[in-house]
C-alpha cells in the first residue's frame, strides 16, 4: 500500500503501458450514459481520440455541456438530452453505462429519482444492449461494501449495507443494477462488464458537489477552512481519474464480466487527506471539524489483484502529483473569470 501513497514509486508500478491511441479496425459505435460528467467527460475523450464514434446521453442533473464543448462539430461526436430512465432507442456496438448522480449531495438531492435511474436506468440500458446486441459495461461503487467488515475490499466481500439508510438509494441501487447486469448474462447472454469504482478525482469534478476532495481543493483555493466530517479519522483511497478511464476501457475490451475493482490502493484518512491539500495549495489553510453524516463508512481501500491479473492494470498517478493537476482545473474555473477582469 505504501508505495501507492508515495511519490517515487509511482512510475515503476505502472504495466502494460496505455491502450493503444488508435486500433487497427472499424471505428465503433459507443454510447456513454453520463457522458457530460466527471468520469464520463474523460471517458469519452479518450474514445474520440482512439477514433470510434460516440453517443453521449445524459440529462445535465450533475453534468455540464462544458465538459464536451470540445468536441461539438466532431461528426464522430453527438449529445442527446434523455433521461435513462426512459427507453430509447440507438444502434451501438458498446454501451458504457455511467448515468448516475455519484456525490452524496447531488444523490441524496431526490433519492427516489436516484434509485430510479439506478434500477430503471439500467434496465433500460441492458435492454438496449439485448436489442442491438452491445456489450454493456456498468460503473458500480466500492459503495457496494457499504462499511465494510474486511479490509482491504476484495470482489468476493458481500458488503455490509444498511438496506433502509439514507444512503441506500444509492448502493442498494447498484447493488440492483449489478443484480441486472449479471442476470440479463446468464439469462440472456448479454456480454456485460462490471467495475466497482473507489473513489476518483481530477480535474471537471463538480465544483461544489461536497465531496471531500473537490470541497477541500475549493476550500483551500477560496481561503477558507478545511472541513472535516467527525473526527477525520475516517479513510479512502483517492484514484485520479486518468487511471479510472484506462481500467474502464481495459474492462471493457478484456473478456471478463468481472466485478472489478478499479481504485488506487494508497489508503489516507481525511486528516492527512486535509494534509495533501495544505502542502499542495496553503500550508496556512485551517481545518475546523464538523459533525460527520448518517451511516459514514470509517474505511475503504480496494484490493485490486483481480484487476492486476486479468486486466493487467494498476494505477500510476499518486494523490500527490493527481491533486495538482486538479488544483489548476479548479483555479482556472473558480477565478478564472475574476483574472480576465483584472487584467
Ligand atoms: P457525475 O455526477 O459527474 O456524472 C454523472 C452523469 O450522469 C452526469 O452527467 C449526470 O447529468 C448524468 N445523469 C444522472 N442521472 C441521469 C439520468 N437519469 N439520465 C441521464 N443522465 C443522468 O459523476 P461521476 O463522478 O462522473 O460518476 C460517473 C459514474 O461513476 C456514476 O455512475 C457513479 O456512480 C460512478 N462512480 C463514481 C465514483 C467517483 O468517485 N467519481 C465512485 C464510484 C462510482
Ligand atoms: N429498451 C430500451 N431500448 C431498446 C430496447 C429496450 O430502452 O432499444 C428498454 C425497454 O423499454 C424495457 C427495457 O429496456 O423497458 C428492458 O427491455 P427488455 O427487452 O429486456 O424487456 P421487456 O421490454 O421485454 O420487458
Ligand atoms: N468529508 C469530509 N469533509 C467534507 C466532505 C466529506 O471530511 O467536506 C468526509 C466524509 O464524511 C467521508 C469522506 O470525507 O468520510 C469521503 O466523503 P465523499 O463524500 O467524498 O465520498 P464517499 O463518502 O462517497 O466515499
Same mark, same amino acid.
Given at each position: 500500500?505504501?508505495?501507492?501513497?508515495?511519490?517515487?514509486?509511482?512510475?515503476?508500478?505502472?504495466?502494460?503501458?496505455?491502450?493503444?491511441?488508435?486500433?487497427?479496425?472499424?471505428?465503433?459505435?459507443?454510447?456513454?450514459?453520463?457522458?457530460?460528467?466527471?468520469?464520463?467527460?474523460?471517458?469519452?475523450?479518450?474514445?474520440?481520440?482512439?477514433?470510434?464514434?460516440?453517443?453521449?446521453?445524459?440529462?445535465?442533473?450533475?453534468?455540464?455541456?462544458?465538459?464536451?464543448?470540445?468536441?461539438?462539430?466532431?461528426?464522430?461526436?453527438?449529445?442527446?438530452?434523455?433521461?435513462?430512465?426512459?427507453?430509447?432507442?440507438?444502434?451501438?456496438?458498446?454501451?458504457?453505462?455511467?448515468?448516475?448522480?455519484?456525490?452524496?449531495?447531488?444523490?441524496?438531492?431526490?433519492? *427516489?429519482?436516484?434509485?430510479?435511474?439506478?434500477?430503471? &436506468?439500467?434496465?433500460? %440500458? $441492458?435492454? #438496449? /444492449?439485448?436489442? !442491438?446486441?452491445?456489450?454493456?459495461?456498468?460503473?458500480?461503487?466500492?459503495?457496494?461494501?457499504?462499511?465494510?467488515?474486511?479490509?482491504?475490499?476484495?470482489?468476493?466481500?458481500?458488503?455490509?449495507?444498511?438496506?433502509?439508510?439514507?444512503?441506500?438509494?444509492?448502493?442498494?441501487?447498484?447493488?440492483?443494477?449489478?443484480?441486472?447486469?449479471?442476470?440479463?448474462?446468464?439469462?440472456?447472454?448479454?456480454?456485460?462488464?462490471?467495475?466497482?469504482?473507489?473513489?476518483?478525482?481530477?480535474?471537471?469534478?463538480?465544483?461544489?458537489?461536497?465531496?471531500?476532495?473537490?470541497?477541500?481543493?475549493?476550500?483551500?483555493?477560496?481561503?477558507?477552512?478545511?472541513?472535516?466530517?467527525?473526527?477525520?479519522?475516517?479513510?479512502?483511497?483517492?484514484?485520479?481519474?486518468?487511471?479510472?478511464?484506462?481500467?474502464?476501457?481495459?474492462?471493457?475490451?478484456?473478456?471478463? *464480466?468481472?466485478?472489478?475493482?478499479?481504485?488506487?490502493? &494508497?489508503?489516507?484518512? %481525511? $486528516?492527512? #487527506? /486535509?494534509?495533501? !491539500?495544505?502542502?499542495?495549495?496553503?500550508?496556512?489553510?485551517?481545518?475546523?471539524?464538523?459533525?460527520?453524516?448518517?451511516?459514514?463508512?470509517?474505511?475503504?481501500?480496494?484490493?485490486?489483484?483481480?484487476?492486476?491479473?486479468?486486466?493487467?492494470?494498476?494505477?500510476?498517478?499518486?494523490?500527490?502529483?493527481?491533486?495538482?493537476?486538479?488544483?489548476?482545473?479548479?483555479?482556472?474555473?473558480?477565478?478564472?473569470?475574476?483574472?480576465?477582469?483584472?487584467?
Amino acid at each position: 500500500v505504501s508505495e501507492y501513497r508515495a511519490e517515487a514509486e509511482t512510475e515503476s508500478v505502472s504495466v502494460g503501458g496505455k491502450v493503444p491511441l488508435s486500433l487497427p479496425r472499424k471505428p465503433l459505435r459507443i454510447v456513454v450514459t453520463g457522458g457530460a460528467g466527471f468520469v464520463g467527460s474523460h471517458l469519452v475523450d479518450r474514445l474520440i481520440a482512439r477514433g470510434d464514434s460516440v453517443i453521449v446521453v445524459d440529462n445535465f442533473f450533475t453534468g455540464r455541456k462544458d465538459n464536451l464543448v470540445h468536441h461539438f462539430g466532431n461528426p464522430r461526436f453527438e449529445l442527446i438530452r434523455h433521461d435513462v430512465v426512459e427507453p430509447i432507442l440507438l444502434e451501438v456496438d458498446q454501451i458504457y453505462h455511467l448515468a448516475c448522480p455519484a456525490s452524496p449531495v447531488h444523490y441524496k438531492f431526490n433519492p *427516489v429519482k436516484t434509485i430510479k435511474t439506478n434500477v430503471v &436506468g439500467t434496465l433500460n %440500458m $441492458l435492454g #438496449l /444492449a439485448k436489442r !442491438v446486441g452491445a456489450r454493456f459495461l456498468l460503473t458500480s461503487t466500492s459503495e457496494v461494501y457499504g462499511d465494510p467488515l474486511e479490509h482491504p475490499q476484495a470482489e468476493s466481500y458481500w458488503g455490509n449495507v444498511n438496506p433502509i439508510g439514507v444512503r441506500s438509494c444509492y448502493d442498494e441501487g447498484k447493488r440492483t443494477a449489478e443484480t441486472l447486469s449479471m442476470d440479463y448474462h446468464r439469462g440472456l447472454g448479454i456480454e456485460v462488464r462490471i467495475a466497482r469504482i473507489f473513489n476518483t478525482y481530477g480535474p471537471r469534478m463538480c465544483i461544489d458537489d461536497g465531496r471531500v476532495v473537490s470541497n477541500f481543493v475549493a476550500q483551500a483555493l477560496r481561503k477558507e477552512p478545511l472541513t472535516v466530517y467527525g473526527d477525520g479519522k475516517q479513510t479512502r483511497s483517492f484514484q485520479y481519474v486518468s487511471d479510472l478511464v484506462e481500467g474502464l476501457i481495459r474492462l471493457m475490451e478484456g473478456d471478463h *464480466v468481472g466485478p472489478f475493482n478499479l481504485g488506487n490502493p &494508497g489508503e489516507f484518512t %481525511m $486528516l492527512e #487527506l /486535509a494534509q495533501v !491539500v495544505q502542502e499542495t495549495i496553503d500550508p496556512n489553510a485551517k481545518i475546523e471539524f464538523r459533525p460527520n453524516t448518517e451511516d459514514d463508512p470509517h474505511k475503504r481501500r480496494p484490493d485490486i489483484s483481480r484487476a492486476k491479473k486479468l486486466l493487467g492494470w494498476e494505477p500510476t498517478v499518486s494523490l500527490r502529483k493527481g491533486l495538482p493537476m486538479m488544483v489548476s482545473d479548479f483555479r482556472q474555473r473558480i477565478f478564472g473569470d475574476e483574472k480576465d477582469m483584472d487584467s
